[in-house]
Each structure stands twice: as C-alpha cells, then as structure tokens.
C-alpha cells in the first residue's frame, strides 16, 4: 500500500510540475484601452490579413497581408506560429486582425496572449474584456451568443478605426 502512495504522489507533483512549466499566464485585462495601446507600441507588425490556410497539427498558417497598419507590404504572404497554449490561435480561414512579430524574416510570430482575432468570430480573443453577464439558461443562450459576438465585433470595429487613425 506505501508503494502505490509513492506512485500517486510521485505522479502527482510530476502533473503538477508538467503544469507549471507548460501553463500560460496570461493577464487578466480590465483597461481595453492599455492593452491597445501595449499591442501597438510593442507589436513589430499589425495588420489585416486573410488567412489562405491553416496546419492545427503545426500551429501554423499562410496569411496575406490585405491592410497593413506599419510597414508591412499589402499582398505579401507570410507562413505565421500562434503558441497553442496562450493563444490566441488562428485557427480558421477568413480575415484576421494580426498582432505579431517576425522570428525570421518569413516567419510570422502572434503575439502571445494577445489581441490577434478573426473577424467572423472576434469575441473568442480572451484578451478583450467584454461585459460579463450571468450565464444565460438554456433557452436564451443563442440570444446570449449573438449579444457577445455583437459586443466583440463593435470592439474590433473601434480598434479598427482607431488604428487607422494613428497610421496617418
């Protein structure tokens, strides 16, 4: 019986160990505003682009840069890496708003924990803070859903606006 609780303890601070390292310790935002803002001024690149295909078994994609908000060409395609733990993870094909950085020069880094979002489904980007309401019961929840997407995409369409203000 001492043997087996050797092995479940052994096992569990391994877990725990495994947990720890591997983990992601995102900051919970409260100030839409500084998160903005530090997305900007430490993102190498940020732009609009559309995502021509997606690898989840490599974290990868090839991504066209359709509206660029630095100095990153429009029509140039990138391979881009998203960290399958912090996110935010392209995940889908379609328009994306990209914060990132490049590791090499063809290779596109997204920002970990940051505010990179599609724009079919904005409000899957943890780091936007949304207006919390109670979970909705059964009945309601597609009305909730359309209210929470309705809610991110007005927060991206801001961003938006508001990037393309500091660009000129």
């Given at each position: ?11 569990s601070?391994f ?11 995102c900051p919970?935002?409260k100030?839409?505003?500084k998160?903005q803002?530090y ?13 021509l295909s997606?690898?989840l078994?490599?974290?990868t ?9 630095d100095?990153t060409?429009s ?5 881009g890496?998203?960290d ?12 994306w708003l990209?914060y ?8 596109l880094m997204?920002?970990s924990?940051?505010l990179?979002?599609?724009?079919r489904?904005?409000?899957?980007c ?6 919390m309401?109670?979970?909705p ?12 997407n309705k809610?991110?995409?007005e ?13 000129k």
């Amino acid at each position: 019986m001492n043997t087996f609780k050797n092995i479940v303890l052994s096992l569990s601070f391994f877990l725990l160990g495994f947990a720890i390292v591997y983990s992601c310790n995102c900051p919970i935002v409260k100030d839409l505003n500084k998160i903005q803002e530090y997305e900007y001024e430490n993102s190498e690149c940020i732009f609009v682009g559309e995502v021509l295909s997606v690898n989840l078994d490599n974290h990868t994609f090839e991504i066209e840069v359709i509206e660029s908000f630095d100095e990153t060409n429009s029509g140039t395609i990138y391979t881009g890496k998203y960290d399958p733990i912090c996110g935010p993870r392209v995940n889908e094909k379609g328009m994306w708003l990209i914060y990132g950085f490049f590791e090499t020069n063809s290779i596109l880094m997204v920002n970990s924990c940051g505010l990179t979002r599609s724009f079919r489904k904005p409000e899957y980007c943890i780091s936007v803070p949304m207006k919390m309401t109670p979970a909705p019961e059964k009945d309601e929840y597609d009305v909730w859903k359309k209210e929470w997407n309705k809610n991110a995409t007005e927060i991206l369409a801001t961003e938006l606006q508001n990037l393309r203000k500091k660009k000129k």
